[in-house]
């Protein structure tokens, strides 16, 4: 016999629903993905106070798009900051300062997050795009409107050296409540990275940002994000062979091994 209608509303969503989970499953089985999905990093996060959250990360790392699905969370309130401001210099602030917030630090494969700083380097500035070619972080940060402006002018011998320092930072804090989700874990599962995260709130299921989290820098949509970066197309895409060993060759062997990166 031929299917029935769907005539009531909650027909109908749960029929979308279903298949949502189905083609995200399917997807997420895709042979092509590089990744496979890993809990949270968390250090005092569940005992710290859960009144706000901040979102820490690099440039180009995926705060935006975390932003966008912590909005459709129940009972998280995020705090806009500075939030690509130096690890070393927010945990003295929260040191100084220590309210009633959290810190969820977003992290992104190096060698991805350089394809997304040569479109949109903010103010990071390189010789070239060679993998030993100095780079200059230059910024002028005040810690409030009325306080002093404290330029900062910070030189590196490569440009994976500052996810090196920044992401060594980030683990290296003592006294902040953090925890630390990888980009690609959102793209996987978004799902089950939020439940992880805040499994008492009950977030929304099937949170999603189909367009791109921000207007600047080219960004991609949710779709293409996630073909692009869960396959590493941008290996053969955007490196030379020399180019990829180079910056591999930089990378913190050991960030890497904790945040389950594999070069290239």
């Not at 903010?122 to 409107?145: E, G, I, M, Q």
């Amino acid at each position: 016999p031929p299917p029935r209608r769907c005539r009531r509303r909650r027909c109908q969503m749960l029929v979308r629903a279903c298949v949502f989970v189905a083609s995200g499953a399917a997807a997420a089985a895709s042979p092509d993905f590089e990744y496979e999905w890993r809990a949270p990093i968390a250090r005092g996060w569940a005992s710290a106070p859960k009144k706000f959250l901040r979102v820490r990360g690099l440039m180009n790392t995926g705060t935006n798009f975390a932003r966008t699905l912590l909005d459709q969370v129940g009972g998280v309130r995020v705090l806009e900051d500075r939030k690509h401001m130096y690890p070393w210099v927010l945990e003295a602030r929260h040191l100084v300062a220590p309210g009633e917030s959290r810190a969820l630090v977003v992290a992104r494969h190096p060698l991805s997050w350089v394809t997304g700083m040569r479109k949109a380097p903010y103010f990071l500035t390189c010789d070239s795009r060679a993998p030993d070619a100095a780079c200059w972080l230059k910024l002028v940060w005040r810690d409030a409107p009325e306080a002093p402006p404290e330029p900062i002018d910070v030189r590196y011998g490569g440009i994976v050296d500052v996810w090196n320092a920044y992401y060594s930072g980030y683990l290296a804090w003592s006294e902040a409540p953090w925890a630390l989700i990888r980009y690609e874990d959102l793209l996987l599962d978004t799902d089950r990275t939020l439940h992880d995260l805040f499994p008492s709130l009950a977030p929304a299921r099937h949170a999603t940002q189909r367009r791109a989290a921000k207007k600047h820098g080219r960004a991609r949509s949710f779709a293409d994000a996630r073909a692009y970066n869960l396959a590493k197309r941008w290996r053969a895409e955007k490196f030379s062979p020399d180019e990829l060993v180079g910056h591999c060759a930089r990378a913190n062997a050991t960030l890497m091994g904790v945040l389950e990166y594999t070069c290239p």
